[in-house]
């Protein structure tokens, strides 16, 4: 392990950070000690509330109004904390800089890119006009931008999510900077945009021999980056050492549990993890749920010339596929696939464009208000923000109790007390939070709320809308149990949405993957990982960092060109056909083509044809 | 832009058309008339008044011939209640010294009402802080007629006594405009804008603040002058803008309390009082003009907007 030498840039010793809160002392950050060495990628490690961001933003002076810091926080060897904001302000920004987990709302949103950037060089070094303007393009092409000349007159409100993470890098690193401190940089990113920015973020730490702070609680991303790595836990390191060491041998039963809660991508079970019940045709051939080339259009108004158009946008673009009972069908694909738009197409909360779906041998769409409410009770949801998907003026009894009063009036409110009492135990929720209200609740038992709200009616099918992606990986892991165990106890069937691919892995039983509101591939869930056929199923896959550092350094990943294009975009379909796209075919729909039993996949271009 | 405004344009037409319907039904609703009297005139006598003004027409006709002869001859009618003048004098007579006031109240309520506020939301629970809020809820509690003694009696009175007669501010009237005479109704006019606007200001910057991008910007190193002026204040006038343009056109419509206790002139008692009088003529002409004047600010409040923030776009 590296020792704190004249290389090191950044050192911290026994760091305390608290926070007066009007219910107390909040004792945020106790007794950390790091340090990180020129050219060297330090991991951060920890699930919500382990204190790894607070560190930092204590080291940039970014703490809260109402937060306290104690200890020693050294900048080559000068001690930075509580230094005047104007001599901090010589070091932050210039050699030491942050990027943030929410590249969305870190750029500020009336100033182009160019300024934003420039105000940095105009800041800390001469470089003024021209030559400003020079120096912020050379950098946007570095973090490879697409466009870039033209992205330097865009606001950020132009670009997408991946495209702002990169010029919050590029602005990040024009001083070239000794120390750049991620906080969660990819986390709001889609899979195959993270591994475009984490291979960039090597790649700088490469070439500049810039020390990175890498602060995720990803252990698939540490695997991937990081040379060293300390776990944290609730304000203290419980664990450092090497990457080998931490995944390999590691010692403390924290850094274990959150190595063996991890789904991995490249395993179907984990054998710490309960096993998915493999799935049993016998007995099974009534009709459950059909989709039938369900099709969702929204109108998109364009503000071009004297009255504003509108364009319709494709969401779900003719999806066909079919649930069986008691079956879990996984959703995948990127922001913007229309995962989710699907979903509400099928229980018919938002109304197909066009398409049928049926429900046990009767057409669902097309009913009546009154007629679909009674269908509603086999038919639940359970969202992805638990907290805010519950109503914060009820207690959670009442909300779990709401199905029953609207469709069993005829029970008397000791028997649905009884009822709720009864799924509370069954979902793990203990008896005296009864009346409890949401917000006093963890996040994880927010979400046992949220499913024994959808389970008390013990509906047929329940759709699992990004369910666990909110939550840390060790209550996400208990989760996943328990819609398993109630799987089977119920015989539940299960449309899981989830942009996390080594999660769906663990709990479909099919995968779909759906690429601009089609799908591009489905099949088994072992099938799929083992044998994909689509290029875009590939590239999906192979993104996924596995928590396996070794593995990781070794693998090699399918690059395709571009980021997720925009839907508006007519030749964004056809990215994966480009064949069709020189024809000027641009209405081709790809052909899906059943290529082994139950394996079907888009029809596209050999994948050699696509990597350019 | 161009085609923004006049597409907006072609918008007010219809809603100034269904204003001026709307108050005239509204007006013919209310029981009486502007010639109803304590004193009964004979039945003939205003048989032949309500005749030359036309109020005997069917209300349709009625209508139709007020909107044309705005058309043609941009002419609203004789006033009723004052005889040999007509709404059009009413109003180039009152309107200039309302306007007057109401861009001074303007000028006053949003300069002292952002500072308050800003400087509010960056010194946040400090005693700068307090002392804002203090002053801007203390503003908004005193009505302008309470306001309005209250000057008079320091101002006036009480400086007066204080200096034997030597400086004082006057206790009413217009007197073409002189600062003198002015200070005292645009306080008690613009006071409780003031505080609306103070307290929307260190509301919506305190929220500004908290944002990613202003981390973002401390985190680049940029000093705190630079961090609120070129990053946080954009964002924060947003809801400010919003409140700027309903606020303008009350100011610049006046006050009745104002107008009257000051002896103004202006066109704030015209209105109540033509109400009162069912002078049906002043009261469509100065509904007009507020109609007018929202439409305009409105939009001056939507081009605004856009340039404050590149995600709006103008349609």
């Not at chain 1, 046992?448 to 892991?477: F, H, N, T, W």
């Not at chain 2, 918008?11 to 008339?33: N, R, V």
């Not at chain 2, 109540?272 to 100065?286: C, L, T």
């Amino acid at each position: 392990m590296s020792k704190a030498d004249d290389n090191t840039v950044l050192q911290v010793n026994d760091l305390n950070v608290s926070f007066d809160t009007p219910d107390g002392r909040v004792d945020a950050v106790r007794g950390v000690n790091l340090h990180i060495n020129r050219g060297e990628c330090l991991g951060i490690v920890g699930e919500s509330g382990s204190g790894k961001s607070q560190t930092f933003m204590t080291a940039m002076g970014l703490l809260a109004n109402n937060g306290i810091a104690t200890g020693d926080v050294l900048f080559h060897g000068k001690s930075i904390l509580g230094m005047p904001v104007q001599q901090l302000n010589k070091i932050r920004g210039k050699y030491m800089t942050m990027i943030f987990q929410d590249p969305l709302t870190s750029l500020t949103p009336h100033m182009t890119v160019l300024d934003q950037m420039t105000e940095v060089l105009k800041l800390h070094t001469d470089v003024r006009g021209e030559d400003a303007a020079r120096k912020s393009l050379e950098w946007l092409e570095r973090v490879r931008i697409s466009d870039a000349k033209q992205r330097l007159e865009q606001y950020p409100h132009e670009l997408s999510g991946g495209m702002r993470q990169r010029v919050m890098i590029a602005m990040s690193m024009l001083c070239e900077p000794e120390l750049l401190i991620a906080d969660e940089p990819t986390t709001a990113l889609d899979v195959t945009v993270q591994a475009e920015i984490l291979d960039l973020m090597d790649e700088l730490k490469k070439d500049s021999n810039t020390a990175i702070a890498l602060i995720t609680h990803d252990m698939g991303v540490v695997a991937r980056m990081c040379d060293r790595i300390q776990v944290m836990k609730d304000g203290v390191y419980v664990e450092e050492g090497t990457a080998d060491d931490i995944f390999y041998s590691p010692q403390h039963d924290y850094t274990k549990m959150l190595l063996d809660a991890m789904p991995r991508i490249d395993q179907p079970d984990k054998a710490t993890n309960r096993k998915l019940k493999e799935y049993d045709e016998k007995g099974r051939d009534q009709e459950f749920l059909t989709v039938d080339d369900v099709r969702v259009e929204f109108d998109i108004k364009i503000n071009e010339g004297w009255w504003p158009k509108r364009v319709p946008l494709k969401a779900v673009d003719g999806v066909t596929f079919t649930l069986r009972p008691g079956e879990t069908l996984g959703i995948v694909g990127e922001s913007g696939c229309g995962k989710s738009t699907l979903a509400r197409a099928v229980l018919q909360l938002i109304p197909p464009t066009a398409g049928a779906v049926s429900w046990l041998g009767s057409p669902l769409s097309g009913l009546n208000r009154k007629e679909l409410n009674k269908k509603r009770k086999d038919l639940q949801i359970v969202f992805q923000d638990p907290l805010a998907s519950l109503d914060p003026r009820m207690t959670i009894a009442d909300s779990i109790m709401e199905p029953l009063q609207t469709f069993r009036p005829d029970m008397s409110r000791k028997e649905m007390k009884a009822k709720v009492a009864k799924i509370m135990e069954r979902v793990g929720l203990p008896q005296h939070m009864i009346n409890r209200y949401p917000h006093e609740l963890s996040g994880g038992q927010n979400q046992r709320v949220g499913i024994a709200r959808a389970m008390i009616m013990e509906p047929k099918l329940v759709v699992c809308d990004e369910a666990v992606s909110a939550l840390d990986v060790s209550i996400q892991a208990q989760i996943i149990e328990l819609l398993m165990d109630l799987q089977e106890d119920f015989d539940l069937s299960l449309l899981f949405i989830s942009h996390d691919l080594s999660v769906v892995r663990e709990v479909s039983h099919r995968i779909m993957v759906l690429y601009l509101g089609r799908i591009v591939e489905l099949a088994d869930r072992h099938e799929i990982y083992k044998d994909p056929r689509h290029p875009y199923t590939k590239q999906l896959i192979s993104a996924v960092p596995i928590p396996d550092p070794k593995l990781e350094r070794s693998r090699k990943r399918i690059k395709l060109p571009g980021e997720l294009p925009s839907p508006m975009d007519p030749t964004a379909k056809l990215r994966f056909m480009p064949s069709k796209i020189e024809a000027n075919q641009l209405d081709y729909v790809p052909r899906l083509d059943e290529v082994k039993p139950g394996h079907y996949v888009a029809e596209h271009d050999e994948l050699e044809k696509l990597i350019v | 832009m161009f085609s923004f405004i006049v597409r907006r344009v072609g918008y007010a037409i219809p809603t100034l058309l269904i204003l001026i319907i709307a108050s005239f039904l509204l007006m013919y609703a209310a029981p009486g008339g502007p010639f109803t009297t304590e004193r009964a005139l004979p039945p003939e006598v205003l048989k032949n008044i309500e005749a030359r003004y036309g109020l005997n027409d069917p209300l349709p006709v009625q209508i139709w011939n007020y909107i044309w002869n705005i058309v043609t001859n941009f002419d609203f009618g004789p006033s009723f209640k004052y005889r040999d003048r007509s709404v059009n004098d009413i109003i180039s007579q009152g309107f200039p010294v309302t306007l007057t006031y109401g861009i001074w109240s303007f000028i006053f309520a949003v300069v002292v009402g952002l500072t308050l506020g800003i400087v509010a939301a960056i010194r946040h629970n400090t005693a700068m802080d307090y002392t804002a809020v203090g002053i801007s809820i203390s503003a908004q509690v005193l009505p302008n007629f309470v306001m309005a003694p209250i000057l008079v009696l320091i101002f006036t009175l009480g400086l007066f006594r204080l200096t034997d007669g030597q400086y004082y501010l006057p206790g009413g009237g217009w007197n073409g405009g002189q600062i003198e005479y002015v200070i005292m109704p645009v306080i008690a006019l613009s006071t409780s804008y003031m505080a609306n606007i103070a307290r929307l200001a260190r509301s919506s910057m305190l929220e500004v603040l908290n944002s990613n991008f202003i981390r973002t910007a401390k985190a680049k190193g940029l000093s705190e002058r630079k961090v609120i002026l070129k990053h946080a204040l954009k964002p924060a006038l947003m809801p400010v803008i919003s409140y700027l343009g309903p606020a303008f056109v009350g100011m610049a419509t006046g006050s009745v309390v104002v107008d009257m206790y000051f002896s103004t002139g202006g066109m704030g008692q015209y209105f109540v009082n033509s109400a009162f009088n069912r002078d049906y003529s002043v009261m469509m002409g100065i509904t007009i003009l507020i109609g007018v004047l929202t439409i305009t600010f409105n939009m001056i409040v939507d081009i605004v907007y856009a340039w404050l923030d590149p995600r709006i776009r103008l349609s």
